[in-house]
């Protein structure tokens, strides 16, 4: 316990899918903890966090309590729909509440650090109440993933590397392609088209790599970036877009 009535709580990377990917602390965190706050995207869809946890680690004897995050646009300064700041709140109170017998965990998919509904939870439980320990573990990030499965490096020697939604306009997408020597695009499923215009205008469809639901068991990777546009692609699709090509590759 820490100085007040309050367990601490963990805020934890659970990686991007496969269960091996979990961390021996986040395993270990996980496996301890009393109540299991997670994250879900759709209201009545299953949480991908709970669904890597409860591969490997036994859930029968503890709490789980399912939070409906909706996913609008949040803003650089954190200003958001009512319903995000309610969901939130909830989220907050709910895991306030469980801290007071407990211990509870907040597992979140790949890490905690990296456009993850855990910071803003964070950020929500200490405007309520400033004097309770929340521990942030980290986890392996989806885009690490992705850099493996293709053998894609983010960074090498003097290069600059950086992560983008790609729901960013396209003047400001296009500035980032320009500046940098390797991008990451999150969140491409939707915007597949205007992706695949940016990329060929700036002569950079040659240097893209694109893996959905990485280490996942129906993991696919393109390197056709205009065949990968004509598919349904699954919300969990990152892209690569590395300049310089490693000297073993074509
Ligand atoms: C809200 S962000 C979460 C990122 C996560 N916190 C991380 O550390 O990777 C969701 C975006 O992450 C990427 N993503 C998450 N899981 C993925 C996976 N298994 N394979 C490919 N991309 C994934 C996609 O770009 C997706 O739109």
């Not at 367990?7 to 934890?12: E, G, M, P, W």
């Not at 496996?31 to 994250?39: G, Y």
Request: hydrophobic share 40%; aromatic share 6%.
């Amino acid at each position: 316990m820490s100085g007040n009535t309050h367990n601490d709580l963990y805020i934890v990377g659970v990686g991007p899918g496969d269960p091996e990917l979990m961390t021996v602390k986040a395993m270990r965190l996980l496996t301890d903890a009393d109540t299991l706050v997670v994250p879900k995207g759709r209201e009545n869809g299953e949480s991908t966090a709970l669904n890597i946890v409860k591969s490997l680690v036994p859930i029968e004897d503890k709490e789980i309590v399912e939070i409906y995050f909706p996913m609008h646009k949040i803003y650089k300064n954190g200003t958001t729909s009512d319903e995000v700041t309610l969901a939130w709140k909830q989220a907050a109170t709910t895991i306030l509440e469980k801290m007071s017998s407990g211990k509870v965990v907040f597992p979140t998919l790949g890490d905690p650090s990296l456009y993850s509904t855990g910071f803003y939870v964070h950020a929500t439980l200490l405007e309520i109440h400033p004097d309770i320990q929340i521990k942030i573990i980290p986890g392996i990030t989806a885009m690490a993933n992705c850099s493996a499965a293709t053998a894609t490096p983010l960074c090498l020697g003097g290069e600059l590397l950086s992560v983008v939604p790609a729901t960013f306009n396209d003047e400001r997408l296009a500035q980032v392609l320009e500046t940098f020597d390797t991008i990451v695009l999150m969140k491409v499923y939707r915007v597949m088209d205007r992706i695949v215009g940016l990329l060929e205008r700036l002569g950079l469809l040659g240097s893209a790599v694109l893996v959905e639901k990485s280490g996942q068991p129906d993991e696919r990777i393109f390197t056709d970036m205009r065949q990968a546009a004509r598919e349904d692609l699954h919300y969990f699709s990152t892209i690569i877009v590395r300049k310089e090509k490693m000297v073993n590759r074509q």
